[in-house]
């Protein structure tokens, strides 16, 4: 995705390393064909400032996996057949950055969205070498597109779920773009023979803030070896402790 004129002088000009970081973007359109997401293509220009500036991007597109909804690591442990969460995972678990991108649909977040959310959650009782939970030191944000109302809907629900896991959020952790109310073309559409969207400067500039933003926090983070474990520590819990953060059943 080629950026415009603002955002290829601050990637120019930027003197801040990133290139040790690595960001997942998880695409959960709907659609089968990663070429004909609408929600790709916003995505893109998060992905593109990224790697401008030395960030390792993985795009992963969940609908071209079979991601099994449930509450658990692995769920062939749990009658499925088939779960490509755990190879998803190792991606997911190594990236400093993520953000998660969905349509909009009746006014909230698609259907693999919140399987991607409940998959995340079946993970958080795993700890990092602190004891803490496992998303500690990562951060996040979300991507949202559609052509009905609900950007700040969906982008709320997202960032509140990644933040309970414990990714931090950083300011302007979302960006998205919706055209008229009622049908209508949908991002990088053709109208008039100018893709949709495109030359939207809030849609442009909230893309740039939140890319930007995601990377300094991520590069923070880094430097300062995550948040110190005084206070979050779950070790510390365990000891007569009836609560299992390890038992899914115990989180719902």
């Not at 678990?93 to 649909?105: E, F, N, R």
């Not at 982008?155 to 998205?176: K, R, S, V």
């Not at 948040?227 to 819990?237: I, K, Y």
Request: aromatic fraction near 8%; proline fraction near 4%.
């Amino acid at each position: 995705m080629a950026l415009n004129e603002i955002q290829s002088k601050q990637c120019d000009d930027n003197t801040t390393d990133f290139s040790d970081l690595k960001a997942v973007i998880f695409n959960t359109s709907l659609k089968r064909e990663e070429e004909k997401s609408h929600t790709r293509l916003l995505l893109s220009v998060a992905g593109e400032i990224m790697s401008r500036n030395g960030v390792e991007v993985d795009h992963i597109h969940a609908a071209s996996h079979q991601i099994a909804y449930g509450v658990y690591p692995d769920m062939t442990e749990h009658g499925w057949d088939r779960d490509d969460w755990p190879t998803l995972w190792e991606k997911v678990s190594a990236a400093d950055i993520l953000i998660i991108g969905t349509p909009i649909w009746l006014g909230e977040e698609s259907s693999l969205c919140r399987v991607l959310i409940e998959r995340l959650y079946g993970m958080s009782g795993m700890l990092n070498d602190k004891g803490q939970s496992i998303f500690y030191g990562k951060t996040g944000g979300a991507v949202i597109t559609g052509n009905e109302d609900g950007i700040k809907h969906c982008a709320m629900t997202i960032l509140y779920a990644l933040g309970h896991l414990g990714y931090m959020i950083p300011p302007q952790a979302d960006c998205g773009w919706i055209g008229e109310a009622g049908p209508g073309p949908s991002y990088g559409d053709d109208v008039e023979g100018e893709p949709a969207g495109f030359d939207n400067d809030f849609t442009q500039r909230n893309a740039t803030i939140m890319t930007w933003n995601l990377m300094h926090t991520a590069r923070m983070l880094k430097d300062a070896g995550g948040l110190p474990n005084h206070g979050n520590d779950r070790n510390a819990w365990k000891a007569g402790c009836r609560f299992d953060y390890e038992n899914p059943e115990h989180r719902q």
